[in-house]
C-alpha cells in the first residue's frame, strides 16, 4: 500500500508539473498575441 501511495503522489506532482509548464506556455502565447495586436 505504501508503495501504491508514493505512486500516486508521484503521477500527482508530475501531473501538477506537466499542468503548470502549459499554462505557462499558453500565458506566453497570449502575451505574443497581445504584443502582436498592440504593433501598428
Keep these: 500500500m505504501r508503495?501504491?501511495?508514493d505512486t500516486r503522489k508521484a503521477q500527482?506532482?508530475?501531473l501538477t508539473s506537466?499542468?503548470?509548464q502549459a499554462v505557462?506556455?499558453?500565458v506566453q502565447?497570449?502575451?505574443n498575441?497581445?504584443?502582436a495586436?498592440?504593433?501598428p
Design 37 to 39: 495586436m498592440e504593433k
Design 24 to 26: 505557462q506556455e499558453n
Design 3 to 5: 508503495v501504491y501511495r
Design 12 to 14: 500527482i506532482l508530475h
Design 33 to 35: 498575441r497581445i504584443f
Design 18 to 20: 506537466n499542468l503548470h
Design 29 to 31: 502565447k497570449g502575451n
